[in-house]
Nanobody, 125 residues
Framework: QVQLVESGGGLVQPGGSLRLSCAIR????????IGWFRQAPGAEREGVSG????????FYRQSVKGRFTIAKDKGANIVTLQMNSLLPEDTAVYFC??????????????????WGQGTQVSVSS
């Protein structure tokens, strides 16, 4: 059973940066498609970014393009989400999720089998 553990959330001022990490336990990071999702109070969970061994370019939702970068660290068996130029509307609980690697990249939460517990990101002055 794969377990995902997020870390790196916190409170930051607008324009600041945070780096989220998703540690994969009980599996190899390269055997999974990894997605980052977020959910703000009263809102639906939305896909932020995703990365797959079988797809050259990661996906990013439009509102984070140019500000967020997803990457795999195979040595540490983690996936990171570097978030720069943070905005108040980025405030949410951020989750990482995993699905078995099949050469595709999934944008929707329903495609993912395993989920972490989430980490809070708050952007406020």
């Amino acid at each position: 059973q794969v377990q995902l553990v997020e870390s790196g959330g916190g409170l930051v001022q607008p324009g600041g940066s945070l780096r989220l990490s998703c540690a994969i336990r009980g599996g190899n990071v390269d055997d999974y498609v990894i997605g980052w999702f977020r959910q703000a109070p009263g809102a639906e969970r939305e896909g932020v970014s995703g990365i797959s061994r079988g797809v050259v370019n990661p996906f990013y939702r439009q509102s984070v393009k140019g500000r967020f970068t997803i990457a795999k660290d195979k040595g540490a068996n983690i996936v990171t989400l570097q978030m720069n130029s943070l905005l108040p509307e980025d405030t949410a609980v951020y989750f990482c999720a995993a699905a078995p690697e099949r050469g595709m990249l999934y944008r929707h939460a329903a495609a993912y089998h395993f989920w972490g517990q989430g980490t809070q990101v708050s952007v406020s002055s």
